[in-house]
């Protein structure tokens, strides 16, 4: 534990470096050095306390409420968690500090700002670092309160660093309010687990579970809190709008870290704090859970700009993990412990994965920005052939995240399905039929998915650059590439051998869910993955690591054996049209390519219409195609609530003006009203 509190002290200190010498050069090294290393040392404290697995450490701090103190504790769920962060934190200092470099230097030559993301990131880098590490280590509810709310500003913060742009302060704005009202439902949340006792230490909640009315309405509000952090449709409007307005490193941290944090939250009251559960929790969360991932996939195939389309699909995973952890809660529910633990798992399994090739994602996008300038998808292309070593790096995440073997995003969807094709064993016919609603959902998720990341790799890195900024790009620096490396190799490591992570976090699934081993999990070798028996189906990715590169090699040989030997060079064919630029131009573009997809989904999920401008014979304007559509989560949420906000506003002006006696009356009736309350809720 001394370890752990000197690296959470040493990204303070590192705050105050950035503040106090920020006009130094040697500043970010030390800063994004410096953050490096506390997070390494906090990754190294997780892995030792997931290996020895000595159970939970705490502490007790003299600070913050009086006669009650900080009480933080780590056992096997924060420690898990804690690893997530730290590689996170690792990954994004490495190429942060890349990135920063580039940027700095783009502007040195230029004598403008470059790229629209350069801005005071030093200083709240390593708080929102530290403040995410808090929130998994609180012990109370007061200072689990105070770090998630430290968090949000920190990250906020983090966002308002690129206030050059002109979409960002609406965009910092809408998030500073969705983060106040996720932690307005948390305060909620929290003051129903506290109950009348007064004591905000988790030990004592544990002790003394709400009534299963007051149960119910922290699950409610929770999954309202928590979610509006994590991108719970309709609580997602804040998301694409505030992640791709921050600097690349930071929205990876936001998107493939910060989000898991507010999982951590879902986790630590619906498995630990609460009891016993009830089966409609988890139904309601996989209900909750699929409609996200079903619409962050669709939006992710609307989107144009690189980093919009990354926050979108976000959303889809979030949903993805919802479903997994509603699927526990049920399984957990009706005493099949067994099962639950397999779904506890490929929703912490996913956790990881997703942290890792949202993380190297974005990596990607802040390369293609660094290189080019731009986020729009329709101004790239051909990058595979000035960015190779980047445009293998973005295949293996674009890869992963599509689900494909032998990567880890494969692995976590695998053993999602798996739990789901155990619903048999539950014994109420409607969660049977549900839970079958559900995998179809996941499974058309997993399909869009997949299409998505196509048209994202293919319309940026391959074909040809359809802007003169596509056509001068080039390699990053050795920091960037790194960065994006590390998380890479973790993608392909985590697809081929998942079992090493896969028991580093198996006590904390047991004690959430009150379970025993895995049926004959121990006996299995470490290179397979036998979910629940040993006779059932199970998972080697070396084996199938092997065959994909077997059959690829024979595929290759046959190829180059019996196909012709001739070769004929010509320019490639581009509608008729001669020269460079119009063939880069009647490539398929971002919005051709989404087009089938918004067609078969658009028209009715979000209205989507498309205009084609077609000018008459003879007439040398050009045609132009434009896609309006319209997110239905404004339309009949937020937008009549801004109007009811303006109404009562506009009303409420009048109250300015009244008179020191009519002040008084309303004071006066308010009290009245205060007092009958507490009357009747005593009573």
């Known amino acids: ?127 929102f670092l530290a403040g995410m590490s808090l929130v998994l280590l609180a012990n109370d509810a007061f200072s689990f309160l105070v770090s998630w709310e430290f968090m949000s500003l920190t990250s906020w913060l983090l966002v308002l660093s690129t206030h050059r742009d002109p979409d960002t302060p609406d965009a910092a704005r809408l998030y500073l309010m969705m983060a106040v009202l996720g932690t307005l439902c948390l305060l909620l949340a929290f003051g129903l687990l506290v109950g009348t006792g007064g004591d905000y230490r988790f030990d ?35 998301l694409p709008l505030a992640h791709p307005a921050a600097p690349s490193h930071v929205s990876a941290l936001m998107s493939g870290v910060m989000t898991k944090v507010a999982v951590y939250a879902l986790v630590r009251v619906l498995f630990d704090l609460l009891g016993e559960p009830v089966w409609w929790w988890g139904g309601a969360l996989m209900a909750a859970g699929a409609v996200t991932a079903v619409m962050g996939v669709l939006y992710a195939l609307m989107q144009d700009d690189v980093k919009r389309l990354l926050a979108c699909s976000t959303i889809e995973n979030i949903g993805v993990i919802l479903i997994a ?48 300038g731009t986020r729009d998808l329709n101004r790239l292309g051909g990058l595979i052939h000035r960015m190779p070593t980047t445009a293998v790096l973005a295949l293996i995440g674009a890869a992963a995240i599509s689900a494909l073997p032998p990567l880890n ?22 969660l049977k039929i549900g839970i079958a609603v559900v995998g179809a959902a996941v499974a058309l998720a997993a399909a869009l998915a997949a299409a ?64 025993g081993p895995f049926d004959d999990r121990s006996y299995q070798p470490w290179i397979w993955l036998a ?23 024979a595929l290759v040989l046959a190829i180059h054996r019996w196909a012709s030997d001739r070769v004929r060079r010509s320019i490639a064919w581009g509608c008729g049209h001669d020269g460079d630029d119009p063939a880069a131009l009647s490539q398929y573009s971002a919005s051709s390519f989404a087009q089938p997809i ?13 205009r084609v401008e077609m000018p008459e014979p003879g007439d040398t304007r050009p045609a132009r195609l434009t896609v309006c559509w319209t997110d239905p989560a404004w339309a009949f949420l937020f937008t009549p609530v801004r109007r009811a906000v303006n109404w009562l506003a506009d009303h409420a002006d009048a109250l300015q003006f009244l008179t020191i006696r009519s002040y008084l009356t309303l004071m006066f009736a308010a009290l009245v009203v205060v007092l009958t309350l507490v009357a009747v809720v005593r009573s």
């Open 598 to 610: 918004r067609r078969a989904f658009g028209g009715t999920v979000f209205n989507a219409r498309d």
């Open 452 to 515: 998505c990341f196509v048209r994202l790799y293919g319309i940026a890195f391959l074909g040809r650059p359809r802007s003169a900024e596509a056509g001068r790009a080039g390699e990053v620096g050795r920091a960037m590439l790194a960065g994006m490396a590390i998380p890479a190799a973790l993608c392909v490591a985590l697809g081929v051998l998942p079992t090493f992570v896969i028991r580093l976090f198996e006590p904390a699934v047991r004690a959430m869910v009150q379970a």
């Open 409 to 430: 995003g494969f692995v976590g969807e695998w053993l999602l399905f798996q739990a789901i094709l155990n619903a048999p064993a539950l014994p109420e016919w409607s």
């Open 1 to 127: 534990m001394t370890l752990l509190f000197v690296a959470l002290l040493a990204l303070f200190a590192l705050a105050v470096v950035g503040v106090a010498a920020r006009r130094s050069p040697w500043v970010g090294t030390a800063v994004y050095g410096g953050t490096a290393t506390a997070c390494g040392l906090i990754g190294l404290w997780a892995v030792g306390a997931l290996v020895g697995r000595d159970g939970a450490v705490a502490a007790v701090l003299p600070i913050g409420v009086p006669w009650i103190g900080v009480h933080l504790r780590a056992d096997g769920v924060s420690a898990f968690f804690l690893l997530v962060v730290a590689l996170g934190g690792v990954t994004a200092s490495l190429f942060g500090w890349g990135y920063e470099r580039a940027h700095e230097q783009a502007a040195d030559h230029s004598g403008v700002h470059s790229g629209g993301e350069s801005g005071p990131v030093l200083p709240f880098f390593p708080l």
């Open 531 to 553: 979910p629940t028996s040993a006779i059932g189906n199970s998972y080697n990715g070396l084996i199938l690591l092997g065959m994909i590169a077997a059959l690829s090699v």
């Open 325 to 372: 952890l509603g699927l526990a809660l049920v399984f957990k529910a009706s005493h099949t412990p067994v099962i639950a633990a397999l779904a506890l798992s490929a929703a912490l399994l996913h956790v990881v994965n997703h942290s890792l090739f949202k993380s190297l994602l974005f990596f990607v996008a802040g390369a293609i920005l660094t290189a080019t």
């Open 204 to 238: 004592a909640i544990r002790q003394h579970p709400p009534e299963a009315g007051a149960a119910a309405l922290v699950v409610l509000l929770m999954v309202l809190g928590a979610g509006s952090k994590a991108g719970l449709v309709p609580l997602h409007v804040w």
